[in-house]
């Protein structure tokens, strides 16, 4: 497993978990809930967190950039305008250039855009970002996304903090088989069986916001979500065994008294 590494745009991670830094009660618990996770990306919304104003609390006062990768997102973007002059900003801020997109289709479902969130794809990496892309389950629009230079494929799961877990495994499996780059599930996880789940599935790593910060116990819950990441990879490398309808003996049948 120590060589089993998350590879993303060329950079190794040994963590596939991958934690978002809103809806904590504060950034310590974040922090504290990032270091028990293992995570070593965390998402930031760059239009939520602060990241500049120094007479506020600063994210950089509690996770260190130089140890743990900031992933900067367009959280809160409804058309691709907002989104790419979000992600501009980011590289200007801080250099960021690998990102994650989200180009979000309405306020209600927060379900993707997926002809914004094409083009946005198209721009970004014409621009030299390594984007990390939210999607829909969609196995055509994963393949769209993955020719137009994506540095990874994000499907969600469910609606964002919707907590309901993975709702269609088949198209997963699909985007998982056809798809050369990592495939990190995105939104809906609600606990970290979940997350094994994803891993069985043959997915590269998850992320996870609200299931953590909102659970009633955010910091054991960050450690579930690690030690199920790391069993569901695991038990996908072992190989299950094949499904079948009738039983079969776990015991020898020769040698019977």
Known sequence: MQKDQLKIANKKFNSRLIIGTGKYKNMSECAKAVKLSGAEIVTVAVRRVNITDKKKPLLMDYIDPKKITYLPNTAGCFNSKDALRT???AREIGGWKLVKLEVLGDKKTLYPDMIETLESTKVLTKE?????VYCTD?????K???DVGA???MPLAAPIGSGLGIQNKINIKIIRNQTKIPVIIDAGLGQSSDAAIAMELGCDGVLVNTAIAKAKNPLQMALAFK???IAGRQSYLSGRIEKSLFGSPSSPKKGII
């Open 87 to 89: 992600l501009r900003l």
């Open 128 to 132: 030299g970002f390594k984007v990390m």
């Open 138 to 142: 969609d196995p055509l629009m994963a």
């Open 144 to 146: 769209k996304l993955e």
């Open 151 to 153: 540095s990874a494929i």
């Open 227 to 229: 030690n199920s990441v």
